[in-house]
């Protein structure tokens, strides 16, 4: 039974707006096979639970160094703790003597009649918006199984379905799972072929060639473009090329720009991970973007905001 079927995820969002039409919640799931750059939700990446430590709230008690059987924490008496990354396997027994909540463990196992019990809470909302549950993560497709079960158990209850995927995955586990959604959103991270390897460590050829192939099959589809400006998309060039090929589909519904942003700087540093920043592009440039996009007759939005 699809009730059953268990997953890993990082978080579940209700009330959200910006992720598919109407009042949704979002379940966002652990695990993708890109790392971009920008990413702003690092702690996403990984298809593991990992600890997060916020450094600014350790009062250096040393009750987590206590309770680590693996010798993961160190630190002096009173002074901020370091977490020895390469031997915790985030079994969470530091999380729950830490009073400070410095300590957090991120990622948890879950089967789809849990989910599904915490999504069914905002049933009326959804009715009255043709809201529903969305599948982000992370992504969604590297937890194939995960996501269609969800999506099943979903649509049983009358509840539809949306997808926001980068649609780097094999054509015969997408087209499984599209068979099953409602809406599709999807993340275009570049055109340039080698700016796209560079930035989010695989090839746009799959991503663009499944899209084509979705848009055949009459899912409506949003797209999502994260802008960053000295690295995906630098200017009219890049546009240009995006519209171009946008203008070849015909289930298209809308664009979204999503300006780049530092927010998963914080996270990056409490999963002991580097950050690089960016320059976050101004009004002018996204008005210029969003100018050639409308150009082939598309509706596009800045940050999902009409
Ligand atoms: S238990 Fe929390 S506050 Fe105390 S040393 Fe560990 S992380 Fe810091
Ligand atoms: S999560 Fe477990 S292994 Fe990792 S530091 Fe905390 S107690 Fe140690």
Redesign the pocket.
């Known amino acids: 039974m699809y009730d059953d079927v268990k997953g890993i995820i990082f978080n579940i969002q209700r009330f959200s707006l910006h992720d598919g039409p109407g009042i949704r919640t979002t379940v966002f799931l652990k695990g993708c096979p890109l790392r971009c750059v920008w990413c702003h939700n690092p702690e996403s990446q990984s298809p593991f639970p990992e600890?997060m430590f916020d450094e600014e709230k350790c009062t250096g008690c040393g009750k987590?160094i206590e309770?680590?059987?693996?010798?993961?924490?160190v630190g002096l008496k009173n002074t901020k703790v370091k977490?020895?990354r390469n031997?915790?396997?985030?079994?969470?027994?530091?999380?729950a003597v830490c009073h400070f909540e410095a300590?957090k463990?991120v990622g948890r196992v879950i089967t789809v009649r849990d989910v599904i019990r915490e999504v069914l809470r905002d049933l009326p909302f959804y009715k009255n918006s043709n809201g529903g549950v969305t599948a982000s993560g992370g992504e969604p497709l590297f937890q194939p199984d995960f996501t269609e079960a969800l999506f099943r158990a979903a649509r049983s209850e009358g509840i539809n379905t949306a997808l926001d995927t980068s649609g780097f995955a094999k054509w015969s586990v997408f087209e499984r799972v599209l068979r099953v959604t409602d809406f599709l959103l999807y993340d275009i991270k570049g055109m340039d072929p080698e700016r796209h390897k560079r930035y989010t460590g695989v090839s746009n050829d799959l991503i663009l060639e499944n899209l084509i192939r979705a848009d055949r099959m009459g899912v409506p589809i949003f797209i999502r473009v994260p802008v960053i400006p000295d690295a995906n998309f630098k200017g009219d060039d890049d546009f240009r090329k995006l519209a171009e090929f946008l203008s070849g589909l015909e289930s298209v519904e809308r664009i979204d720009l999503l300006p780049y942003h530092t927010l998963g700087e914080p996270k990056a540093k409490k999963l002991g991970r580097p950050f690089i920043r960016f320059r976050e592009p101004d009004e002018a440039f996204l008005a210029k973007f969003k100018e050639v996009l409308e150009s082939i007759g598309l509706r596009v939005t800045i940050g999902g905001l009409a």
């Open positions: 600890l987590c309770v680590c059987e693996r010798g993961a924490i977490i020895l031997r915790c396997n985030a079994c969470g027994r530091c999380e300590l463990v």
